[in-house]
């Protein structure tokens, strides 16, 4: 199986990554001291100093990822690295505010382009902490969230057929007139299920990440493994058997705003 680390797109999680950040890095650096400015003890000032380094990293990482990701994204190669590529890009932006926020502290005759790298060393050092509880919470994160979706379809019938799956074994749906066939993936391999009702009937109970991208059909967006974005609109080959499906003009150029978002250009 292969393990995918993704963006931080959730606001709830991002804040509450950098609240953590703010705590772990305040504790690494109150325990182990590994700028030499910092004297804690029972000083005042030693303690202000460790709050002014954990806030300083804590949001330098919060205004990362709300505002400079975006700009890094369209800079990055697509890959599945991409995201933990990025993380130590936010590594060295942190870096930058730590050294910023330490020749405040100890005046700017005393710092020189030495300690920035000695400075850049111990964040990447004391960064892997942090760094690894990130990785690991964002993979939890991602897949609990995948495992515990399920969608229920039922059917326009006065005694209506419910067809129940995981969202992520789900292709897409295609339409039939009244009808619309829902193709999925399961152990046994490509299934598809017909149901009365129209696409649009049931387009009303979906949300992303299923996008409607012709007339007659949805796909689910974590099932496509390229596109191919063209003047007439497109085409996408998903990642079973690779079924190519075409994408309309009249629904390319939302298809494609949401594609980039998603996937690093």
Same mark, same amino acid.
């Given at each position: 199986m292969r393990i995918q680390i993704n963006f931080i797109k959730n606001d709830s999680l991002l804040f509450k990554l950098a609240v953590s950040i703010f705590i772990l890095t305040f /504790? @690494?650096?109150?325990?182990?001291?590994? +700028?030499?400015?910092?004297?804690?003890?029972?000083?005042?000032?030693?303690i202000i100093r460790v709050l002014t380094y954990a806030f300083t990293a804590s949001i330098s990482f919060y205004l990362s990822e709300r505002y400079i990701k975006y700009i890094f994204k369209r800079l990055l190669p697509k890959s599945i690295y991409t995201p933990v590529f990025w993380y130590f890009i936010e590594l060295f932006i942190i870096t930058i505010a730590i050294f910023a926020c330490k020749t405040l502290w100890v005046g700017f005759n005393n710092?020189?382009?030495?300690?920035f790298f000695i400075v850049l060393y111990r964040v990447l050092v004391i960064g892997?902490?942090?760094?690894? /509880? @990130?990785?690991?919470?964002?993979?939890? +994160?991602?897949?609990?969230?995948?495992?515990?979706?399920?969608?229920?379809f039922k059917s326009k019938d006065k005694n209506p057929e419910y067809l129940k799956l995981p969202q992520k074994?789900?292709?897409?749906?295609k339409s039939d007139e009244n009808y619309t066939t829902i193709y999925f993936k399961n152990k046994e391999?490509?299934?598809s299920k017909i149901l009365r009702g129209s696409l649009s009937y049931f387009e009303a109970t979906l949300s992303l990440p299923f996008f409607r991208i012709h007339r007659g059909i949805i796909v689910n967006i974590n099932a496509i493994k390229n596109v191919d974005i063209n003047s007439q609109g497109g085409t996408i080959i998903l990642n079973v058997k690779n079924i190519e499906l075409r994408i309309s003009r009249t629904y390319v150029t939302d298809f494609k705003k949401y594609w980039n978002t998603l996937h690093y250009t």
């Open positions: /504790f @690494i650096l109150f325990i182990f001291e590994p +700028f030499g400015d910092i004297k804690h003890g029972y000083f005042l000032s030693g710092t020189s382009l030495a300690s892997v902490i942090p760094f690894a /509880f @990130i990785v690991v919470l964002l993979y939890s +994160f991602n897949k609990s969230s995948v495992k515990s979706k399920e969608i229920a074994q789900i292709l897409y749906l391999g490509l299934q």
